[in-house]
Structure formats: structure tokens, C-alpha cells
């Protein structure tokens, strides 16, 4: 049992679920728009996601302790190494104006984790880095989000920007905010009040009304798009519903996997009901 408990914790602390949760959001984007399935791109973005999160996770850890490293963070390291690798294998088939917009979204990453000249007044806790800047953090990663999971296929597909696209690309960047208001409220307890996130700045209860109208609006800018799909917006609705349940139930003392799993499960889970309903 132990072993199975390591292994699960490996596959959570190496970021193989939330690159899974990337890639599944990618490949939502593929269904809503009706692309070719493109295995490099589904490939590109979780092993992406896989460097850059434990990138911006351990590079602090890795800097100060690299010669007495724990044995986890070794394989995390060597891990990491190999995902980084096969992330360039995958770039080799990408379209160079999708390559451009890699490289501007993994500036904005590295600069999420290195510290860098930032004026003193956004700063806080002494951290120069943008994951520090109060209330920013929440919006840089949706952001992120939204431009890889939307506007990365858009590019690579050669798809002509309209409105529909930006419908779709609001809806992605407000769902991806309500999945990170649980994280937000479980870290309650660990994070300095500096930080000024949305559970600190206005309390547990009203970030749960906003992520509620948030998940109101996701469903209701399906029926603003010159195409409205049937099975689309079922899918929407069912996991908005699903989205729903998991922000109420979220507390600041929920369980270890309540975050971690379930809700970075919700863009997978989407998937799936996309998959079954076409």
C-alpha cells in the first residue's frame, strides 16, 4: 500500500496529472472546433506543461539545496530532464508561428519563477518574482492557460481569429479561474496575507458567489457563438455543474488530494464527456 501511496504522490509532485489536465484541455479545444486530432501538439503541451511546472515548483528548492537534494527531488530533477527533452522532440513539429507564441509563454514563465527587477512597490515578502505580485498570480496562470489550450491549436491550425474564437477563449480563461479559487482557499492558510488573493481580499464565501456568476457566464457564452453545438454545450453544462459541486465543497482544511486531484481532474473529466457525447 505504501508503495502505491509513493507512486501517486510521485505522479502528483512531478506534475504528470496537471500536464495530463493541460493536454485534456487542448484537446477539448480540438472537439469544440472540429480539428484533426494532432498527437505532436496533445505531446508538445504535456511534456510543456510537465517542465514548467516543476520549473517554477523546484527551481528554488533545487538552487539552494542542490547538494543535499532529497531523493524525491532528484528523480523530479532527472524527470523533469527527460520531459524537457521529449518537449523539444515534439517542438521539431510545430508550425514556427506556433513556436513564437511558445517562446513568449515560456518568458512569462520563467519570469513567474526567476527573480527579476521589479519596482518595490508591486513587491511583496522580498520575492522578486511575478508569482509575488499581489493578486497577480491567479491571472497569469489562467492566462497561460487560455493561450495554450486555445490559442496554441488556433495558431497551429492556421485558423483565422474570430468571433467565436474569442467567445472561446473568455469561456476557457473564466473556467480555468474558477478551478483555481479551491487552491486558493485551501492555501489560506499557508500563504502570506501580502499576497492579496481573491479568498484573502474578499473572504471564502464571496469568491464562491464570483466563481459561481464566472461559471453562469461560461455556459451562457456558448449560445453567443454564430455555431452553437448541442452536444458542446451539454458537455459545458455538465462540467460546469461538475466545477460547481467541487468550489462549494472546497475549504480551507480540505483534504490533501481534494485540490491536487480532484479538481485538476475537472479539464480531464471534461474530456471524457466531450469524448462520450460525440
Known amino acids: 500500500m505504501q508503495i502505491l501511496k509513493r507512486i501517486f504522490n510521485f505522479y502528483l509532485n512531478s506534475s504528470i496529472h496537471v500536464a495530463f489536465?493541460?493536454?485534456?484541455?487542448?484537446?477539448?479545444?480540438?472537439?469544440?472546433?472540429?480539428?484533426?486530432?494532432?498527437?505532436?501538439?496533445?505531446?508538445f503541451v504535456f511534456f510543456g506543461t510537465i517542465t514548467g511546472y516543476n520549473f517554477v515548483k523546484y527551481f528554488g528548492l533545487a538552487k539552494f539545496h542542490h547538494r543535499s537534494l532529497a531523493v524525491w527531488l532528484k528523480v523530479i530533477q532527472v524527470f523533469s530532464l527527460l520531459a524537457f527533452l521529449a518537449m523539444c522532440y515534439f517542438a521539431f513539429y510545430l508550425e514556427v508561428e506556433t513556436l513564437i507564441l511558445i517562446g513568449v509563454l515560456g518568458v512569462v514563465t520563467f519570469f513567474y519563477a526567476i527573480p527579476v527587477m521589479i519596482p518595490k512597490k508591486y513587491?511583496?515578502?522580498?520575492?522578486?518574482?511575478?508569482?509575488?505580485?499581489?493578486?497577480?498570480?491567479?491571472?497569469?496562470?489562467?492566462?497561460?492557460?487560455?493561450?495554450?489550450?486555445?490559442?496554441?491549436?488556433?495558431?497551429?491550425?492556421?485558423?483565422?481569429?474570430?468571433?467565436?474564437?474569442?467567445?472561446?477563449?473568455?469561456?476557457?480563461?473564466?473556467?480555468?479561474?474558477?478551478?483555481?479559487f479551491p487552491f486558493e482557499i485551501r492555501d489560506l492558510i499557508y500563504d502570506s496575507l501580502k499576497l492579496?488573493?481573491?479568498?484573502?481580499?474578499?473572504?471564502?464565501?464571496?469568491?464562491?458567489?464570483?466563481?459561481?456568476?464566472?461559471?453562469?457566464?461560461?455556459?451562457?457564452?456558448?449560445?453567443?457563438?454564430?455555431?452553437?453545438?448541442?452536444?458542446?454545450?451539454?458537455?459545458?453544462m455538465i462540467i460546469a455543474l461538475i466545477t460547481l459541486v467541487l468550489l462549494l465543497?472546497?475549504?480551507?482544511?480540505?483534504?490533501?488530494?481534494?485540490?491536487?486531484?480532484?479538481?485538476?481532474s475537472l479539464p480531464i473529466m471534461w474530456l471524457v464527456v466531450l469524448l462520450l457525447l460525440s
Do not use: C
Open 196 to 236: 492579496a488573493t481573491i479568498p484573502q481580499k474578499i473572504g471564502v464565501k464571496k469568491t464562491k458567489v464570483i466563481g459561481v456568476l464566472l461559471l453562469i457566464l461560461f455556459v451562457l457564452l456558448d449560445y453567443f457563438k454564430d455555431v452553437v453545438n448541442e452536444k458542446i454545450l451539454l458537455s459545458t
Open 21 to 43: 489536465a493541460a493536454a485534456a484541455l487542448t484537446w477539448v479545444t480540438f472537439i469544440e472546433l472540429d480539428f484533426t486530432y494532432n498527437r505532436n501538439l496533445l505531446a
Open 123 to 180: 513587491l511583496f515578502d522580498d520575492h522578486k518574482n511575478l508569482r509575488q505580485i499581489g493578486g497577480l498570480k491567479v491571472y497569469v496562470i489562467a492566462l497561460v492557460w487560455t493561450f495554450t489550450s486555445v490559442f496554441l491549436p488556433i495558431i497551429n491550425n492556421d485558423v483565422t481569429l474570430n468571433a467565436d474564437v474569442v467567445i472561446l477563449a473568455i469561456q476557457r480563461f473564466y473556467f480555468v479561474l474558477v478551478l483555481m
Open 249 to 264: 465543497f472546497s475549504n480551507k482544511n480540505q483534504s490533501k488530494y481534494y485540490s491536487a486531484f480532484w479538481v485538476e
